[in-house]
């Protein structure tokens, strides 16, 4: 019985064949399975090209188990799957080494020459499957469509708590730091003065920073003006070193003046800082506002896709003000010195997709193509929160400032011991005096983008602030009506570093 061969059970691939023959018969499905050998004993098990080199790289390189890529087969794509497959051990040699020692029968149904001659360790097999695109494609469909129907559903409830949330914890605490902000503008005697941080938001940090803020210059404005009431009682006291002392008042008074101005300065930006962040908050909301309304009360009369369209619009709206909220944060973080500086050796080309993506749904609501031309292997030593947040900002800004149809191409290059990056679009420009003003925040630099889109500018300022944390630079090439390139530039990274928290002069 042990000599007699009986490939039933002594040939896993001739029961592996058989229950696939077997399973074609039952379901129509046109996939393409095979266990494929070099020089198989069955001509439905013989490798075609591709897998005869598949397996002949597996026995060059034992850390190679699996490969996969898309084919054309027959005209026709295909997700194509290569798996390492069965390896000889000592036992396979019975029926693989030479037809004089294989068991009876083998060499009456198969012959003496194929599938002879292996060794011990040889791979002589690897699992083939190839499935066509479209078949696979046709489920993954179906699914987006469920999916997208269920979220339009979703964020209709979802939408009723936002609007609720936002009227209370971001116009409310933001309409509280206005007035703050006025009352200090218009007389300086309110100095020192305190607003209770709204609980539960994400704006508790930029009411901190604001009483901060205050109260710090409210001790430094009384600090100046006991430094004069000092030197006033010493020159009444003393005739001598009369000039001497009279110049140090001079100068203290010089420095209230200063201080006072600077103070004016400060506060005329923040009002304006926070008028524009409160208006340009309430636009998005009032177009959520108005998606919402038009599918709550009438949601039977749309079709899917003027649900999926609408859906579409409230996630854009709601990016644009989650984006609007997380450089508010950044900027307020930055000014308290609370954000966290962290720099490790990362793939500019994986932190450039990243921030691609956040920016593609916006980009493709305008029709902007957004191409990226970065080498796979280039590292930079960076903080990965931090630049990615530069790349969404100046990504955002270009497809505001491109018409539709437009393009944006991302590219990154060595320049010495430094990696220099570049956001190029070929949009509206810009001229040389809005140039100059771009790294500051004033309201002469607003603009609307090519369909009508708004922002406060803060974008730029955290990327400038950023930028130079880590030791770049960065600057914009534009030209009226030939579009705009913006550059920055970021140590090179080799091998990672140990991450550290950042000093305290680094908090500053």
Not at 253 to 272: A, F, G, P, T, Y
Not at 334 to 356: C, K, P, V, Y
Request: one cysteine or more; hydrophobic letters at 35%; aromatic letters at 6%.
């Amino acid at each position: 019985m042990g000599e007699q061969f009986e490939p039933a059970w002594m040939s896993s691939t001739y029961a592996v064949r058989e229950m696939e023959k077997y399973f074609r018969e039952l379901h129509d499905i046109s996939y393409y399975y095979k266990e494929a050998a070099i020089n198989a004993r069955h001509p439905d098990n013989e490798a075609d090209p591709l897998e005869r080199d598949f397996i002949e790289r597996l026995n060059l390189d034992d850390g190679l188990h699996s490969a996969s890529e898309i084919r054309i087969f027959d005209g026709e794509p295909y997700f194509t799957v290569l798996q390492r497959g069965e390896t000889m051990e000592a036992t396979c040699l019975r029926c693989h080494s030479e037809p004089e020692f294989a068991p009876r029968g083998l060499v009456e149904v198969y012959g003496s020459k194929r599938s002879f001659s292996r060794t011990e360790d040889e791979v002589v097999s690897a699992v083939s499957i190839r499935i066509p695109l479209e078949t696979a494609y046709k489920s993954v469909n179906n699914l987006t469509l469920q999916l997208a129907i269920a979220f339009g559903t979703v964020l209709v409830g979802l939408f009723c708590v936002t609007v609720f949330l936002n009227k209370r914890w971001i116009f409310k605490p933001l309409g509280s730091l206005r007035d703050k902000a006025k009352a200090i503008t218009t007389d300086p005697t309110h100095l020192g003065e305190q607003i209770s941080p709204p609980k539960g938001t994400e704006l508790i940090d930029l009411a901190n920073t604001f009483n901060s803020m205050s109260k710090a210059l409210q001790i430094e404005r009384n600090e100046l003006e006991d430094r004069v009431r000092q030197r006033t009682m010493e020159l009444e006291s003393s005739n001598t070193n009369l000039r001497r002392e009279m110049a140090e008042r001079e100068q203290a008074e010089e420095m209230i003046r200063q201080v006072n101005q600077q103070l004016r300065i400060s506060n005329e930006d923040k009002d304006r800082l926070f008028s524009i962040i409160a208006h340009d908050l309430k636009s998005p909301l009032s177009g959520l506002m108005t998606s919402a309304q038009l599918l709550s009360e009438d949601i039977k009369h749309f079709s899917e896709r003027d649900i999926v369209q609408l859906a579409a619009a409230l996630h854009s709206s709601t990016s644009n003000m989650m984006a609007l909220l997380e450089d508010l944060m950044q900027w307020a973080r930055m000014g308290q010195g609370n954000l966290e500086f962290t720099r490790e050796s990362s793939g500019m080309r994986e932190l450039a997709d990243i921030s691609l993506k956040s920016a593609q749904g916006v980009a493709d609501l305008k029709g902007i193509a957004i191409t990226s031309d970065i080498p796979r292997d280039m590292k930079v030593m960076a903080d990965r929160p931090m630049i990615k947040t530069v790349i969404r900002n100046l990504l955002f800004n270009a497809v505001k400032f491109t018409p539709r149809g437009g393009e944006i191409l991302v590219t990154a290059r060595q320049e010495g011991d430094v990696i220099q990056m570049a956001v190029k679009d070929n949009g509206v420009g810009m001229n040389k005096e809005r140039l100059s003003s771009l790294f500051a925040i004033s309201k002469d630099k607003l603009r609307l983008g090519t369909e009508g889109e708004k922002g406060t500018g803060l974008g730029l300022v955290i990327c400038k602030q950023f930028i130079e944390k880590h030791g770049g630079r960065i600057w914009v090439e534009s030209e009226q009506g030939r579009g705009t390139t913006v550059f920055f530039t970021l140590p090179e990274g080799g091998q990672d570093r140990v991450p550290r928290q950042p000093a305290q002069e680094d908090r500053a």
